[in-house]
C-alpha cells in the first residue's frame, strides 16, 4: 500500500511563488515515475512535471522555465513553483505507480490571485 500526502498550497499573488511537497509512505522502495498533476476547475486532469522511469524529467510546455520538480532520498518529491500565473489555479495532485498501479494524493489547493 502507498500513501501519498500533498502540503504547501496556497493563495498567492501573481508572480508570486510556492513549492508544494508530497510525503510518500508504505511500500514505496519500488515506487516510480512520481510527478505532479493538476485540475482547473472544468478542465481535466492534466500533467504538470514528472520523473520518468529512467530518472529525467518531463514538464507541460506551459510551465516550463517557471516549474521545478525535485526529489529526496526517501522518495518524497517537490515542485518549486515561481512566476505563478492566476491560470495555475488549480488542484495539484501527486501521484506514484507501483507494480503497474496509480497512486494519487488527496490533492492541495493553489490559488493565484490578487
Known amino acids: 500500500q502507498v500513501q501519498l500526502v500533498e502540503s504547501g498550497g496556497g493563495l498567492v499573488q501573481p508572480g508570486g511563488s510556492l513549492r508544494l511537497s508530497c510525503a510518500a509512505s508504505g511500500s514505496i522502495f519500488s515506487i516510480n515515475a512520481m510527478g505532479w498533476y493538476r485540475r482547473a476547475p472544468g478542465k481535466e486532469r492534466e500533467l504538470v512535471a514528472t520523473f520518468t522511469s529512467g530518472g529525467t524529467t518531463n514538464y507541460a510546455d506551459s510551465v516550463k522555465g517557471r516549474f521545478t520538480i525535485s526529489r529526496d532520498n526517501a522518495k518524497n518529491i517537490y515542485l518549486q513553483m515561481n512566476s505563478l500565473k492566476p491560470e495555475d489555479t488549480a488542484v495539484y495532485y501527486c501521484?506514484?505507480?507501483?507494480?503497474?498501479?496509480?497512486?494519487w494524493g488527496q490533492g492541495t489547493q493553489v490559488t493565484v490571485s490578487s
Open positions: 501521484r506514484g505507480i507501483l507494480r503497474g498501479q496509480i497512486y
